[in-house]
Nanobody, 122 residues
């Protein structure tokens, strides 16, 4: 099993940047694809981005393409989400999850972090 802990959330003005981290313990994170998801108040959780086990393949939801970048450092057992040009609609709790890429793009995983709040003020 793998345990995931997100960090790096906070409050920022529109147009600003944040970098989220997803640190793993237990089983090595390189065994999994890793995805980022978010849930805004009153809305369902949505897929944001996913990165393959080796970090070669990445996919993003359309609303964040060109603004967010997912990356990973398997030596540090950590996955990152660099968020630039933030908008108020990016406000949400952000979660990371580990599983196969196929499961993650369907929003499914047995392993989730506890979430980190991102608030973007306009």
């Amino acid at each position: 099993q793998v345990q995931l802990v997100e960090s790096g959330g906070g409050s920022v003005q529109a147009g600003g940047s944040l970098r989220l981290s997803c640190a793993a313990s237990g089983r090595t994170l390189s065994s999994y694809a890793v995805g980022w998801f978010r849930q805004a108040p009153g809305k369902e959780r949505e897929f944001v981005a996913v990165i393959s086990r080796g970090g070669v393949r990445t996919y993003y939801t359309d609303s964040v393409k060109g603004r967010f970048t997912i990356s990973r450092d398997n030596a540090k057992n950590t996955v990152y989400l660099q968020m630039n040009s933030l908008k108020s609609e990016d406000t949400a709790v952000y979660y990371c999850a580990a599983d196969t890429q196929r499961q993650l793009v369907r929003g499914r995983s047995d392993y989730w972090g506890q979430g980190t709040q991102v608030t973007v003020s306009s």
